[in-house]
């Protein structure tokens, strides 16, 4: 079996090991691969995995051999599924590798919102607390996030796992989902329609999958649902998220602040609008990135690789 890697540089940039994949097929890896290097990269492979590298009808129709997709990731948003299927070609994801690290990054992007520890420091660095004259000293509103409500939009299992961590805080934890989850409800977590839960919550967080349904689904309409005082949060997809819409209401405080890891063009161009906006916290795509998660991931991928050669594939992903 012939294994190719498109964009290895992401889930290992060199402090983790390919050696097991290896014991499967021959095995090469690229770090990153252009749109237009597909084919030619993987005009004899058995095997893909990818992260990001794109697969439409046309570039798979281009590969007879292909029998297999490995997404070393959950979103499957890159892949026609649906002619993939048609080929008989196997598409599988990875559903939970990143729930700690994706809950915790929430709480990091919350965090730096309410307590400012990295302007503190700066400002400590610069000398004003020393020349303050008081054994204290802020320069940033400070807030407690305990009593707050946070509103998540997507109750999975990273949805889930963020409302336990926000309970441990003492947060008041409201939801939306498109399903009924007596887990969440069981924990005393609470229910409410979109409309109702953007329009009191203290703090938004988004944990639902691209789709046609779900892109742009925070628009202009829906951030003026939004109290003023209120941060949103994105560590799923950015295009969720009409960003042209979410930097005019940041410049014009119809919102607080966005906290966001992800961008509806990584890495974006010069132009994003969000580079400019008051309020608005970016971090580069990490909070799948610990070490501890890329471990979980590089293993689960190994293991959707050999339940496929052996014959009792997982992580299917279906039409």
């Known amino acids: 079996m012939k294994i190719v890697v498109l964009d290895g540089h992401a889930l290992n940039p060199g402090d983790l090991s390919w050696d097991d994949f290896r014991s499967v097929g ?29 697969f439409t009808r046309e570039t798979m129709e281009a ?19 649906k002619a993939a299927d048609e080929m008989g070609i196997t598409v599988t994801n990875v559903p939970e590798y990143s729930t700690e690290g994706v809950a915790e990054s929430v709480f990091a992007h919350i965090l730096a919102f309410t307590h400012r520890v990295s302007e503190h420091s700066e400002l400590v660095r610069s000398g004003r607390w020393g020349s303050c004259g ?24 990273i949805g889930m796992r963020t409302a336990e961590i926000a309970d441990a805080f003492g947060m008041e934890v409201v939801y939306s989902s498109r399903s009924p989850k007596p887990e969440a409800e069981r924990k005393g977590f ?37 109290k003023r ?11 969720l998220i009409d960003e042209e819409a979410l930097a005019e209401a940041l410049t014009d405080g ?52 050999v339940s496929f050669v052996i014959g009792t594939p997982k992580n299917i992903i279906r039409p």
């Open 254 to 305: 119809t919102i607080a602040g966005a906290g966001l890891d992800v961008l509806a063009q990584e890495p974006p161009s010069d132009g994003s609008p969000l580079l400019s906006a008051p309020g608005c916290i970016i971090t580069p795509h990490i909070a799948w990135a610990a070490k501890e998660t890329r471990i979980r991931l590089m293993n689960s991928v190994l293991d959707n690789l």
């Open 26 to 54: 021959t095995l090469t890896v690229y770090d990153r691969t252009g749109k237009d290097e597909i084919i030619q990269r993987c005009i004899d492979a058995d095997a893909v995995l990818t992260n990001k590298v794109p």
């Open 63 to 81: 590969l007879p051999k292909l029998k297999y997709i490995g997404i070393t990731a959950t979103g499957y948003n890159i892949i026609d599924i």
């Open 134 to 157: 008081y054994f204290t000293f802020w320069d940033y509103p400070l807030q407690e996030i305990h009593g707050k409500r946070i509103g998540i939009i997507g109750m999975g299992h």
């Open 229 to 239: 005082s209120a941060i949103l949060i994105n560590t799923a997809r950015g295009a």
């Open 190 to 226: 609470r229910p409410l329609l979109a409309e109702e839960l953007l329009r009191t919550s203290d703090f938004i967080t988004l944990h639902v999958p691209l789709t046609p349904d779900t892109e742009k689904m925070i628009s202009r309409d829906t951030l003026r649902m939004m």
